[in-house]
């Protein structure tokens, strides 16, 4: 019997909820927190750059087995990265641009 009653409650909030997302005035939403994310690698172009009219974003190339990725964190960073270093560089993605969380040299 309790096992019914179980599968009722499920049943009725399931019902429950299609019923209010169905009129449009519930919303369900998540966040993922991925952490940070690296990149590593020799550093080999160092660019500032202003995207969308006023944020400025450092975009930086990094060489690395033969491979490149460029990343763009916000801010002037320059400073953070000297050419021709092997760097790893920590970094929480974003849009427009990445937020750094560390750089250190390697």
């Known amino acids: 019997m309790c096992a019914v009653k179980r599968w009722l409650a499920i049943l009725l909030l399931f019902c429950l909820a299609w019923t209010c997302t169905g009129c449009g005035n519930v919303f369900v939403r998540g966040v993922i927190n991925p952490g940070s994310t690296s990149v590593t690698g020799l550093v080999s172009v160092v660019q500032l750059t202003v995207v969308d009219g006023n944020v400025q974003v450092t975009f930086v190339t990094f060489l690395s087995n033969g491979t490149s990725s460029t990343v ?7 400073s ?24 250190v040299v390697i």
């Open 72 to 78: 763009g964190f916000c801010g002037d960073n320059r």
């Open 80 to 103: 953070r990265f000297p050419l021709n270093q092997n760097l790893r560089a920590e970094f929480h993605r974003g849009q427009p641009c990445s937020d750094i969380v560390a750089v």
